[in-house]
């Protein structure tokens, strides 16, 4: 599948189908439903440099066409990461992508650097987008705080990197284009939209933590028409992510102008799909006379 190749930057990957960090454990989880080699990549949950317990219960509830989350970044820490589950992530015959989430630009150098001693990661994700923890989207709110923290992780690791960034912005481009002159070898656009429940009856939140972020069906509309003004302004790699649940889905954010995609909230409902998607992407890409996936993308025609 030669056709798949994609080249985001410094990172080359098989094919453009990889899984979103938080949606598919530390692959482990996975095993009875995903062959790890056919991905083009695996993200694993967010770890911060310590552990965190994460937000009160519940922490999900299902809402039309998607799924409101507050977890809260719930994770064991980088050290417990690297010792019981990086060896593991690395067998698998797929690139593997560290997502990490720090509470200032000193924990994700910090973070950054000690995991730059695995050569063999593909890349670093850093998480400057989650809306479930107070400093969450503090880095990726303002541009001048985005190109500072991706510049000096850039200065501390080998290894590329990724920009995931928050949709709970006025401008995105001007985001993505701070990460850009920071050094980030691509951006993933996007992570969750805030958005809350309520049970009316009892006059309460559904959610421990009162808000959660939006994701599923519902926000590729939303995730699409960022992906597609980021790709118009700013010269880096665009990882689309959304709502993607089918092929179709697929090809709408290369058209729109990502590069790659990252299966999300679908694994939750099909745990299968990403791995299928693979296929159907080469059988489509065949039928469309295309040599490579890089043809298609940006390809949108507008007035």
Not at 146 to 172: E, G, M
Not at 184 to 198: E, P
Not at 213 to 239: D, E, H, T
């Amino acid at each position: 599948m030669s056709r798949l190749n994609v080249q985001l930057n410094r990172l080359r990957l098989a094919n453009p189908i990889l899984v979103a960090s938080g949606t598919f454990g530390y692959a482990g989880e996975m095993t009875a439903f995903a062959n790890f080699s056919v991905l083009g990549g695996v993200i694993p949950k967010t770890i911060t440099p310590q552990p965190r317990a994460g937000n009160p219960t519940p922490r999900t509830v299902e809402t039309a066409s998607g799924m409101l989350n507050s977890i809260g970044l719930d994770n064991d820490g980088l050290e417990a990461f690297i010792s019981k589950h990086l060896d593991y992530l690395l067998s698998l015959g797929t690139a593997v992508i560290a997502n990490i989430a720090g509470s200032n630009a000193d924990e994700f150098v910090e973070m950054a650097a000690r995991l730059s001693q695995y050569d063999k990661l593909a890349a670093i994700e850093l998480n400057i987008s989650c809306p479930n923890v107070s400093h969450g989207v503090d880095y990726g709110t303002d541009p001048a705080k985005t190109a500072d923290v991706v510049s000096k992780v850039r200065a501390a690791s080998s290894l590329p990197i990724i920009a995931k960034l928050t949709p709970n912005v006025t401008n995105i481009v001007q985001i993505a284009q701070a990460a850009a002159d920071g050094g980030a070898d691509a951006v993933s656009l996007v992570n969750t939209f805030q958005g809350m429940a309520i049970n009316w009856r009892k006059r309460k939140p559904v959610l421990g933590n009162i808000i959660g972020g939006l994701s599923g069906p519902a926000i590729k509309p939303l995730a699409l028409r960022m992906v597609w003004q980021v790709a118009k302004k700013v010269q880096i790699p665009i990882i689309g992510v959304g709502g993607i649940s089918n092929i179709d889905d697929v090809m709408e954010f290369l058209v729109a102008g990502a590069s790659a995609v990252q299966i999300g909230t679908a694994n939750f409902f099909d745990p299968t799909l990403a791995t299928r998607l693979v296929g159907q992407l080469d059988e489509l890409l065949a039928q469309e006379g295309l040599q490579n996936v890089s043809e298609i993308v940006g390809t949108l025609k507008t007035p």
